[in-house]
T-cell receptor, first 114, second 111 residues
Framework: EPEVTQTPSHQVTQMGQEVILRCVPI?????FYWYRQILGQKVEFLVS????????KSEIFDDQFSVERPDGSNFTLKIRSTKLEDSAMYFC????????????FGQGTRLTVV | KQEVTQIPAALSVPEGENLVLNCSFT??????LQWFRQDPGKGLTSLLL???SQREQTSGRLNASLDKSSGRSTLYIAASQPGDSATYLC??????????WGAGTKLIIKP
């Protein structure tokens, strides 16, 4: 069964450093998403990506964040100058075309900023 | 703005009981609703997807219903087992193709 793959599973970084979280969506999917979940809190939407551009982004997704689909298969989330409050589980998801398509999630990257 | 609420926040029941988890949403303009399971510190496992035109979906001991007009969904778990212990999340795909999440119900099944 096709799946969304995220790497690394856990990343520890020092405050102020840049991190890149990687995702390989399901190959024929067209919509890509990043979500985050701070420990003990709700899953929060960060950004959606369609047709090689951002289609929606939340208030959380400020200039510190960026996304790329560099090579047609990977989908990356870059966080510049990380802060302690960026510590969270980050989930990538992908979805096929249309409202009826199910979203498939990766297993997440746990980011710890120290 | 779409809001999703899950009640109760936590539930503890003895093994073998049937149980119902609730999810409500404020805007009925949704494409679909998904139920997920999350084990502590782990990822999101999709359990059931109900399209907006459907009333229910079943998978094994799980049955999810959807009443779009009243903004409600339920997840029914039959013959609960200790392995069902987890947090159950519901999420709706709204008119902007965004998944809006509830805070989850933490379920504990006591052996």
């Amino acid at each position: 069964e096709p799946e969304v793959t995220q790497t690394p599973s856990h990343q520890v970084t020092q405050m102020g450093q840049e991190v890149i979280l990687r995702c390989v969506p399901i190959s024929n999917h067209l919509y890509f998403y990043w979500y985050r979940q701070i420990l003990g809190q709700k899953v929060e939407f960060l950004v959606s990506f369609y047709n090689n551009e951002i289609s929606e982004k939340s208030e959380i997704f400020d200039d510190q964040f960026s996304v790329e689909r560099p090579d047609g298969s990977n989908f990356t989330l870059k966080i510049r100058s990380t802060k302690l409050e960026d510590s969270a589980m980050y989930f990538c998801a992908s979805r096929g075309l249309g409202g009826v398509a199910e979203a498939f999630f990766g297993q997440g990257t746990r980011l710890t900023v120290v | 703005k779409q809001e999703v609420t899950q009640i109760p926040a936590a539930l503890s029941v003895p093994e073998g009981e049937n149980l119902v988890l609730n999810c409500s949403f404020t805007d009925s303009a949704i494409y679909n609703l998904q139920w997920f399971r999350q084990d502590p510190g782990k990822g999101l496992t999709s359990l059931l997807l109900i399209q907006s035109s459907q009333r229910e979906q079943t998978s094994g001991r799980l049955n999810a219903s959807l009443d779009k007009s009243s903004g409600r969904s339920t997840l029914y778990i039959a013959a609960s087992q200790p392995g069902d212990s987890a947090t159950y999340l519901c999420a709706v795909l709204d008119s902007n193709y965004q998944l809006i999440w509830g805070a989850g119900t933490k379920l504990i099944i006591k052996p």
